[in-house]
């Protein structure tokens, strides 16, 4: 079994493992810190791409388009721009949202993709 691989069954793991529940108005940083432990096998928040493209100042930035990371045809012709709606809607069905992206993990928890977007969105603060 390759790394991505390895990185995909644990994610894919994890994810269904966690409880599903109401998710609340706005997410709390510190557990979607937490929670993008598991993220971190595939995408970083310091500007640098892995398995997945890095995550480094997401909000705003229009879909497929870090420089260096090889995407999906799909997501490089996706007009979306990422902010607390579109990145809830795709973290909960990436291949519903952009059919053919090779993002395979879903977050079926509405609070962790709360949390997870008030984390990301707290990494553009003062940008």
Same mark, same amino acid.
């Given at each position: ?13 994890l ?39 890095? #995550? @480094? ?8 388009? $870090?420089? =260096?990371?090889?995407?999906?045809? +799909? ?11 579109? #990145? @809830? ?8 949202? $952009?059919? =053919?992206?090779?993002m395979?993990? +879903? ?18 603060a003062?940008?």
């Open positions: 079994m390759n790394r991505s691989t390895s990185a995909f069954l644990t994610l894919a793991t994810a269904c493992a966690v409880p599903l529940g109401a998710a609340r108005a706005d997410g709390d940083i510190g557990r979607g810190k937490a929670a993008f432990a598991q993220c971190a096998a595939c995408h970083s928040v310091t500007g640098a791409n892995g398995v997945g493209p890095h #995550l @480094d100042g997401v909000f705003g930035r229009e879909a497929g388009k $870090v420089a =260096g990371f090889r995407y999906s045809p +799909n997501m490089q012709k996706s007009t979306t721009k990422w902010d607390d709606k579109t #990145l @809830d809607e795709f973290l909960a069905a990436p291949m519903r949202v $952009v059919p =053919g992206t090779t395979p993990i +879903n977050v079926p928890n509405a609070q962790m993709r709360q949390d997870l977007v008030a984390y990301l969105k707290s990494l553009n003062g940008k």
